[in-house]
């Protein structure tokens, strides 16, 4: 099979395959068989009229259409793994017939979207400020008020309600006096101050007493989900059946035994304090390469064709609605629910995309410049970890990876995350 390829601009290339005859004859044969089963011929069963007949009835065109759908994708993909090393496809070819006549070699075109080139600029010795990582007595205080929050008891109180009380509530809601579906609920829990219902409506409770019923007027957002009710004027009859308010109790040696394994508040604090400082490392960790990253794309020059980005996309709402699956909402029922569609879905993700494309591309290029790669030994380390993580056999999961063919792509992630390593070892850090 003779291939030539050549460059058309800066992301797109083509490639011209010839397909000897005795090679394209074994995709027409294949038609053969698939057409011989959906052609009549007189006197033989379907399946059963010999090649020679049915092109003498209908003409060997008959079979192209099949033949081609068995030729050109074989041809094509063998074609792409003959020029690997100077040009990488990274979108779905267009296709061009240039010679299908009997006895001759079948030709084709193929054109397709190139993986960009990168020119990588300043990735050495980039200046970095290293974001704080310290933990104060105040950052200890607020993760114990938040603690001292989530573990009150809530008590029944008479008096009038206050933001934070916790509501039991019946309620009808109506719109231009009539009914509207789900706006109907019996004893509904409501903290005030939640943000739960549309704005206004948690406000207007506030000093009302268990066993009162009143009138809340609030009006729909003009974004709200349900395109019928949106920007509408709405009435809401409410009663409030009880009345519930938040006992917090005191932060001392009692509350530390109470909500953890500790003797004492100290201890508690101590535990804390370690923790956060834990996170705060980690958060700074994260920020820093993060910076270092985005410092290194910004010095690069490449252009990301359009077919890559749209590939990124699909994936990243694939993931997202794989997540939603996972929750148990179904992608169809998240469009419904907040008023969009596929499209908007596409374009909240397109920046992303991009931008996290573009940071792939020049990290895979730090890493052939610096030739960084990824051992037998550190790919076992990772798979070890993520077997942990997931409670299983390290030698099964990496079965498991293996067959869905994961294992590259994560020896790619590991690659990438060496080159961002280089980039902070090699960065001035204040």
Known sequence: MNVTAERLDKTKAQVTVEVPVEKFEESLQHAYRIVSKKVNVPGFRKGKAPRRIIENMYGT?????????????RAYFQALDQIKDEYTAVSDPEYEIVQLEKGKPFIFKAKFDLKPEVKLGEYKGLELEKPSAEIGPADVDNELERMQQRYAKLVVVEGPAEKGDVLTIDFVGKVDGQPFEGGKGENYPLELGSN?????????????????????NVTFPEEYHVTELAGK????????????RKELSPLDDEFAKDVSEFSTLQELRADIENKLKEAAQKKAESELRVAAVKKAT?????????????????????NFAYRLQQQGISFDY????TNTNIDDIKNNYRTEAEASL???????????AESITVSEEELDEEIKK????????????????EKQGQISSLKFGIMLDKA??????????S
């Open 298 to 318: 910004e010095n690069a020059e490449i252009e990301i064709p359009q077919s890559m980005i749209e590939n990124r996309v699909n994936t990243m709402v694939e």
């Open 233 to 244: 004027d709405a009435v809401f009859t409410v009663t409030v059946k009880e009345n519930k």
């Open 386 to 401: 993520m077997a942990e993580r997931y409670k299983q056999e390290p030698a099964k999961f990496r079965e498991v990876m």
């Open 196 to 216: 739960t219902f549309i704005p206004g409506f948690e406000d207007q409770l506030i000093g009302v007493k268990a066993g009162e019923t009143v009138d809340v």
């Open 358 to 368: 573009r940071s792939d591309l020049v990290l895979e290029a730090i890493a052939k």
């Open 420 to 429: 961002v390593d280089f980039i902070i070892e090699q960065a001035k850090i």
């Open 61 to 73: 065109e008959i079979l192209y259409e099949e033949a081609l759908q068995h030729a050109v994708p």
């Open 334 to 337: 998240y469009m419904q629910a």
